[in-house]
Every structure is written in C-alpha cells, then in structure tokens.
C-alpha cells in the first residue's frame, strides 16, 4: 500500500520559517517526480513546488520562489519543503504528492499519489 505522510506543520509568526517533510512508503519515489501543494479555505489546491527524480530540476510557484526550497532524498525516501520568511498568505493545508514521468509537472492530474496534508498557519 503506497503512503505519503507529511509532518512538519504548525504554527508560525509572519517571518518565521518551517521544514515540511514527507515520508514515502510503498513506493520508491526514485521513480517518481514529487510535488508540494496546498490548499487554502475557500481556495483550490495549487502548485507550491516540485521536484524532478534525479534532483536536478526544479520548480517553484511564483508566490514562493526565493522563500521555499524543495530538496528530496531518494535512499531515505524523503521530500522536505523548507519554508523561510513566511507570510499569512502562505496559511494553507500543504500536501505531498507523486507524479509520473521525468518531467516537471505542474497540474494536480499529474498526480497520481497523495498525503494527507499538514496544516500550516503563519499569523500576522
């Protein structure tokens, strides 16, 4: 049975930073592109981050870019987003997910596994 579990979420100031990790079992994410979304009240999920299966490309939406890195670990089957200079705007459930084929994907269709998210709240 495939598992993604995220950990990492809480509550943070508006500055703060946070670590997300995302723990695989049942699959070998080396064959897999993994991605970060999130999901806002009132909002739908969108794309925060990915990351291809070797490592070497990446990609971050516009909103997170220069604030959020997103590193993988292949043998340790492990995903990490760190989060700095976070902001209220960033508060949103954020899942881990994993995706077909060697190139970066940006749509949650692209997506054929999924974690069951961690909460993030960044007060003001």
């Known amino acids: 049975q495939v598992q993604l579990v995220e950990s990492g979420g809480g509550l943070v100031q508006a500055g703060g930073s946070l670590r997300l990790s995302c723990s695989a079992s049942?699959?070998?994410?080396?064959?897999?592109?993994m991605g970060w979304f999130r999901e806002a009240p009132g909002k739908e999920r969108e794309i925060v981050a990915t990351i291809v299966w070797s490592g070497v490309s990446t990609y971050y939406a516009d909103s997170v870019k220069g604030r959020f890195t997103i590193s993988r670990d292949n043998a340790k089957r492990m995903v990490t987003l760190q989060m700095n200079s976070l902001k209220p705007e960033d508060t949103a459930k954020y899942f881990c997910a994993a995706s077909t084929g060697g190139a970066i994907r940006t749509a949650r269709d692209a997506y054929v596994y999924w974690g069951q998210g961690t909460q993030v709240t960044v007060s003001s």
């Open positions: 049942g699959l070998s994410i080396r064959n897999y592109g």
